[in-house]
């Protein structure tokens, strides 16, 4: 193993009934002045926002709502939920919802204590910061992302048509909720690219040095069977709390940095998921989808022999009579072929480009990683755009 540091401030709390068990008691531990954050209604139907608001109710807080937070939230959405925060001297932030919902509010959670720009200081390029945010819970009700135990937030600024996510330990949760019956109303679709975002990033990081044996790569192949095991079982039955609790969990350990201990990590595609969200705004786990077997092809013979073990230790399959590449490269092939099993969009056209999308201009927007197998080029990344169009 390489050297590591290991830190994770957030309290995680999972399983059935887990709001109304916890929460008042945690409430205990701040002031008056609440903010309840949540997105574009969904928690209303669902019955989570009577919940927690009669919760909050019962402890005798002041709520603030700061609602509307949508799909791939926007520095401008930020800057409104800050304003908010700050004339409400906000205390605790209460974020219900997915990883938008999360993310955004962990910005706001800076933005609430900062007087200069958000963005410029800690967005645009990696910032240090000086000083506590306002502290933050969160319940998710969608999962996929694993934002609810570390301090990523991917924000869309949407002036500049730039997607982008740090990673600030002071932005982690103070406390994350993981009830799975919460996640049953999320709509079959979103239920997939969620379980795909999570197989996305242990990929991300699995296919990255070092290669030799190590405890995050195996921990890491045990996770990527159980998402496609879990997500198998979830397609057929969306309310099979084994599958659901599952999945739940396996979103968080993706995310929560235990894997990338000792591990370059690559996220080329994610940087490149990001550039055509910023232009489209399109669904994040789709994208992964549709890039990822692409991608894959391209860097498979630069990483032939993780990509050959990822075949046999993740997909079963025999190696007998292949030689690496061959071996290597079905293993892409049965991520393809699994992406088209459990319906998830395979070109870009499904996803919201279309032929006026300046494809050269996201692909020149792109970050271009250093820890890849491959180090890719703007060229090379709108070589695969066209691939997947
Ligand atoms: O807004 P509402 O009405 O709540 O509806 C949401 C939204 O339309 C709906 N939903 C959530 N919970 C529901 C529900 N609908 C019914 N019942 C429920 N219980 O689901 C839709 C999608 O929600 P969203 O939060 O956008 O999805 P997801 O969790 O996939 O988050 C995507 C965002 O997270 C970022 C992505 O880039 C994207 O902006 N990511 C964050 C990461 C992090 N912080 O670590 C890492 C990821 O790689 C990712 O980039
Ligand atoms: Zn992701």
């Known amino acids: 193993m390489n050297n590591f540091i290991f830190e994770n401030k957030t309290k995680t709390i999972f399983g059935k009934g887990c709001v109304k068990g916890y929460l008042p008691c945690f409430l205990k531990n701040y002031e008056k002045n609440i903010m309840l954050a949540y997105g574009g209604g969904s928690i ?36 409104e939920g800050a304003e908010l925060a700050k004339e409400n001297d906000i205390d605790l932030i209460i974020a219900v919802g997915g990883g938008s919902v999360m993310d955004c509010c962990k910005a706001v ?45 991917v924000i869309t600024n949407e002036e500049l048509k730039i997607k982008t996510g740090r990673d600030y330990p002071k932005c982690n949760p103070v406390l994350a909720l993981l009830d799975p019956t919460y996640t049953y109303s999320v709509p079959k679709r979103q239920m997939v690219s969620g379980a795909f975002d999570t197989l996305s990033h242990i990929m991300e990081i699995y296919f990255s040095e070092p290669d030799e044996p190590n405890v995050s790569d195996d921990i890491a192949e045990s996770l990527m069977r159980g998402v496609i095991r879990d997500l198998r079982t979830a397609v057929k039955d969306p309310e099979d709390y084994t599958a659901r609790s599952n999945l739940m969990w396996e979103a968080t350990m993706a995310e929560n940095r235990v894997i990338k201990l000792g591990k370059k990590t690559d996220f080329e595609c994610h940087m490149m998921e990001h550039q055509l969200g910023a232009y489209t705004n399109c669904n994040h786990g789709e994208g992964l989808a549709v890039l990822h077997p692409e991608y894959y092809r391209h860097i498979c013979i630069a990483g032939k022999n993780k990509f050959a ?6 997909w079963g399959i025999s190696p007998e009579e292949k030689n690496e590449l061959q071996l290597a490269e079905e293993g892409v092939e049965a991520l393809a072929d699994f992406i088209k099993e459990v319906g998830l969009p395979t070109t870009l056209r499904e996803i ?12 020149d927007s792109c970050v271009c990683v250093p820890n890849s197998y491959k180090v890719m080029t703007a060229e090379e990344i709108l070589e695969i755009f066209k691939a997947c169009y």
């Open 109 to 153: 959670s800076l933005a609430a204590k900062y007087d200069g720009d958000v963005w410029d200081d800690f967005w645009a390029k990696p910032g240090i910061i000086g000083f506590e945010p306002v502290p933050l819970c969160v319940v998710v009700t969608a999962s996929g992302t694993g934002s609810e135990m570390n301090g990523g937030a």
């Open 352 to 363: 919201g480009v279309t032929e006026s999308t300046d494809l050269k201009a996201i692909a």
């Open 44 to 79: 209303k139907k669902n019955g989570i926002y009577d919940e927690i608001t009669a919760i909050l109710r019962d402890c005798g807080k002041i709520v603030t709502e700061f609602s509307g937070i949508m799909p791939n939230p926007t520095y401008s959405k930020v800057l």
């Open 309 to 314: 073990r990822f075949a046999v230790n993740v």
